[in-house]
């Protein structure tokens, strides 16, 4: 029972961290229709700039700051400059972010060498958490209740905010929207930044666990693809579910069955496709 | 991209006779550095060839290519060490699994097109990648499979040298390439340019498009596998950097560069990012920035290719 309820903690960190990828390549998706082969750089780009600007600032909160920022600006520019361009030419959009994937993954290895590390904890936050008899640690925890209160803004932002209901609008019909006098490319940016930053974020909570190293940017990806093939792509609610499924099932299946993980993982993808190609919470 | 008229597949096949041609002639006089580059080049012309009936010809841009060219090339890597079969049935039988999995992976990829057919295949490319990652007993996950024998040691093949098996795989492409010209100029070559175009209305037309899409994955998978097994016993060596997210995009890139939908153009384009890496690596640690810069660039001054680019401007 005890191995259960520890499984399900870890389960539901790999799905808090999964949240914090997916929600912005789902938006980015539903929004400009674009297949970012380049967030999982955004990730690992966090990390690696949280780790610079913590090893100068000794500030773990600066560098978090530093790192979405940084990242979001990235993000800001290579939609503004590039792949504004290429507005419903999904390939072409897709080919653009493949090319920055690979440029970034070299750059990371250019600048910060080879090495894998990883972020120091929080202070506080090192130790583990005792409820009923259950140890665990108290980190994992803290990044699952952080993702919770992103997932709750993003959902308050995305249902209850006027720059969410353009959202909305833009995701449903961007030549309407714009007709009605959305500035569908400002928002497009925004979005795309907003992604980046999201995913570099993800990177920093997820730095004290998993580290960065060259490679987690290709890693990451596919999980976090998992994830929107299975919620829906473009839809925030099925990027919560779809990453608490692949999340508890990567995990267990990683410690039931650690050679097939990977088969586990993608069978619920392959059946939710069988049955419902669109995802769970997609829309044609 | 349009039909070709006469004359164009006339210009073309001059071309095409010239390139073979040199590819006959000159290589005896090459050292052995050059003759196995040229190989290299000539298995991964097949490979995007191959892409091509599925991006340029279909429309169905597929992420997960190496991920087949994987599994014949393990096939044969398994078959030839663990189980010391001979060269005919290792190859006949990688085909075999290539085409097996393409048939598996169509079922679940036909229905669905453009990104989202990009984000499935890149999903399924990546299981590939994963069982051959983590299934080590039988592929030795990380480190590979190394030892596959050379042709003339199986006995299956007359084929003695590097000279030899360079030869044979020219006959490999221009017997893949003829029977690839073949399949697109063919009525269902047609209809898969047809359901490229407007689906919609090759479906009202009374087109099956699923069962099109279905078989052009599949013929595709089987010219991929041709390329794996080829690869499996040029390189002696396989191992999952083969079949990852960056050789599908690698691929990927080299149909986009040479210009998809002329097959002529994804072969040039193989051969010239295979050229590429191989010169650059020489000089410099830097080949993906230099790939990625490649791929923006080809995006931003090319995007229909080069070989279209060409042909505009010649014609």
């Not at chain 1, 506080?124 to 009923?132: F, I, Q």
């Amino acid at each position: 029972m005890t191995y259960l309820i520890i499984q399900t903690l870890n389960g539901l960190f790999s799905a808090a961290l999964l949240f914090l990828i997916a929600s912005g390549l789902t938006l980015v998706f539903g929004v400009m229709r674009i297949v970012n082969i380049a967030h999982g750089s955004f990730y690992m780009l966090g990390a690696y700039v949280a780790a610079t600007v913590i090893a100068r600032s000794q500030s773990l909160v600066l560098g978090a700051i530093a790192a979405v920022i940084a990242v979001a600006a990235l993000g800001l520019g290579v939609e503004m400059l590039f792949l504004r361009r290429f507005t419903a030419r999904p390939l072409a959009q897709m080919m653009l972010t493949m090319g920055f994937a690979l440029v970034f993954r070299d750059a990371t290895f250019m600048i910060w060498g080879g090495d894998p590390f990883t972020l120091p904890y929080p202070p506080g936050l090192r130790g583990s958490a005792e409820a009923a008899g259950v140890v665990f640690p108290a980190y994992r925890l803290f990044v699952v209740a952080v993702a919770a209160g992103v997932g709750v803004c993003l959902w308050l932002l995305n249902d209850k905010t006027l720059i969410g209901a353009r959202l909305r609008a833009a995701v449903d019909d961007p030549e309407m929207a714009s007709g009605t006098g959305i500035n569908v490319a400002l928002l497009s940016g925004l979005v795309f930044a907003a992604g980046a930053g999201l995913a570099a974020f993800g990177g920093v909570m997820g730095g004290p666990i998993l580290g960065g190293y060259p490679g987690i940017d290709f890693d990451l990806l596919p999980l976090a693809f998992v994830v929107v093939i299975i919620g829906g792509m473009g839809s925030l609610k099925g990027a919560l579910v779809g990453s608490i499924v692949v999340g508890m099932i990567d995990n267990f299946g990683k410690a039931l069955a650690p050679e097939l993980s990977y088969f586990t993982l993608f069978a619920p993808m392959v059946i939710v496709l069988a049955l419902k190609p669109t995802g769970l919470y997609g829309r044609t | 991209m349009a039909g070709h008229s006469d004359r164009d597949g006339l210009k073309a096949v001059r071309y095409i006779g010239a390139a073979v041609l040199l590819l006959i002639v000159i290589p005896p006089f090459l050292t052995s550095y050059w003759i196995g580059l040229l190989t290299q080049m000539i298995i991964f012309a097949i490979l995007a060839m191959s892409l091509d009936i599925l991006l340029g010809y279909t429309g169905l841009p597929s992420l997960g290519h190496a991920g087949i060219f994987g599994v014949a090339a393990y096939v044969v890597a398994v078959l030839s060490t663990a189980y010391r079969a001979g060269f005919w049935v290792s190859a006949a039988s990688g085909i075999a699994g290539g085409a097996l999995i393409s048939a598996l992976f169509g079922l679940l990829v036909s229905h669905v097109r453009d990104v989202y057919f990009l984000m499935i295949t890149l999903a399924l490319g990546m299981v590939l990648w994963g069982v051959s990652y983590r299934w080590i007993p039988v592929t030795g996950g990380d480190n590979g499979i190394s030892g596959i024998p050379r042709l003339d040691a199986t006995g299956g093949l007359p084929i003695d040298g590097a000279l030899a098996f360079y030869y044979l795989m020219l006959i490999v492409l221009v017997s893949c390439g003829a029977l690839l010209a073949l399949f697109v100029a063919s009525p269902f070559g047609f209809t898969l340019r047809g359901i490229r175009e407007n689906e919609s209305r090759m479906k009202s037309l009374g087109f099956n498009t699923w069962l099109h899409c279905y078989l052009s994955y599949v013929v595709s998978g089987v010219f991929a596998s041709v390329a794996g097994v080829a690869w499996a016993y040029y390189n002696g060596f396989v191992s999952p950097t083969y079949l990852d997210l960056t050789a599908s995009s690698e691929l990927f890139l080299m149909v986009t560069l040479g210009g998809p939908g002329t097959l002529i153009g994804p072969a040039f384009g193989a051969g010239a990012i295979v050229l590429l890496k191989n010169v650059i690596s020489g000089y410099t640690q830097r080949w993906l920035l230099i790939l990625g810069a490649i791929y923006i660039l080809t995006i931003l001054c090319a995007p229909q290719g080069l070989w279209n680019l060409w042909k505009r401007r010649a014609g």
